[in-house]
């Protein structure tokens, strides 16, 4: 079968589209041959080997996929024939891949295989952050930085259908515009956010949600109203941001950490309960992702160099089957 290798750390021009064996599932494990997989941060940062989770070289790219099951395993749960969208944090980058039951989940015949891998990720990040880190409520603020991103987009989504009102935050006005076209109850430039925010709500807000990181923290701090979070999600910036503690103690504000990843690793969450928890929004057709772009398998290395750029609008795909 044909996949994405990383055979060296540099850089996504590196990857490789070679011949590889197809794998084989074992027990509670699924084949899955993939019509299309998403790209996201992590991979742009694996193929510098920047990623905390590192991978012996080669290994096959690739995070999250939608497909079809080919071959179940002995006492697996899922049926060849089943429309299932997986994320396992490596090998989706491929014509196949084999899934652990635990990490894959049925998919309704209304939804797409373009736009169910494109939620794993960002999605079940969101709802981890919103819904069991947050506890977010109909009616409450929630800003969101990067609101144009994959991630960032899947928060204004997610926190829009939970019954917030979201501020999103973006840097140019295509990206203003695109989240405006996801229902954005308020859009407000990257610079000069927090003048802009405190304009609109004066006492502040209830969530800042920041896959960002940089220069931008402490202003997030200040746009919080009392008892406020601050919910850290990544450094797209590049920059780990600090800050004096003594903020915090002003107006009762938070920061919470949110890794999703490492959650999932002992089972603090299961996807299988997010996705009951969500799939409502996504048959009402709530939750939505934007696509920006759509490429080859093959031309896996441009799609990741797109990431690179910082002027994506929502989420970049490779169609590696696409759907009759």
């Known amino acids: ?9 540099d850089g996504p021009e590196a990857v490789e589209h070679v011949d590889i064996e197809r794998p084989s599932p074992g027990p509670g494990q699924i084949l899955i041959e993939v019509a299309v997989a998403g790209v996201t941060f992590p991979e742009l940062l694996q193929t510098r080997g920047m990623y905390q989770i590192k991978h012996e070289l080669p290994f096959v790219l ?16 899922f049926s060849v024939g089943d429309r299932v969208a997986a994320i396992t944090g490596r090998d989706t980058f491929a014509e196949y891949f084999v899934a652990d039951d635990t990490n894959a989940v049925k998919i309704p015949d209304s939804l797409s295989m373009l736009h169910a891998a494109a939620m794993p990720m960002n999605l079940f990040t969101a ?23 994959g991630l960032g987009s899947a928060g204004v989504q997610l926190g829009l259908a939970m019954g917030a009102e979201v501020i999103a935050v973006v840097s140019t006005d295509d990206k203003a515009d695109m989240v405006r076209s ?19 709500y004066p006492e502040g807000v209830d969530y800042v949600f920041d896959p960002v990181g940089g220069d ?16 850290v999600l990544g450094f797209t910036a ?14 009762n504000v938070s920061v919470d950490g949110v890794a999703w990843g490492e959650a999932r690793r002992d089972e603090t969450v299961r996807i299988d309960e997010q ?5 409502p929004f996504v048959e009402a057709g709530k939750l939505n992702p934007h696509i920006h772009a759509t490429f080859p398998l093959e031309k896996a290395a441009e799609a990741i160099s797109v990431l690179d750029q910082r002027a994506v609008l929502g989420k970049v795909m490779l169609e590696v089957k696409p759907e009759s």
């Open 1 to 9: 079968m044909k996949a994405i290798h990383v055979t060296t750390l």
């Open 62 to 77: 690739g995070s999250e996929a939608a497909g079809v099951v080919v071959e179940a395993g002995e006492g697996s749960k």
């Open 127 to 149: 709802d981890f952050s919103l819904r069991i880190r947050g506890d977010l409520q109909p009616g409450q603020t929630l800003l969101v930085h990067g609101a144009a991103g």
């Open 182 to 200: 996801l229902g954005a109850t308020h859009v407000v430039k990257a610079d000069g956010f927090k003048d802009a925010v405190l304009e609109i």
């Open 216 to 231: 931008r923290f402490t202003d997030s701090i200040r746009t919080l109203k009392r008892f406020g979070h601050l919910q």
């Open 238 to 251: 590049g920059e780990i941001p600090t800050i004096k503690v003594n903020r915090l103690l002003l107006k």
């Open 275 to 279: 996705w009951n928890a969500i799939l």
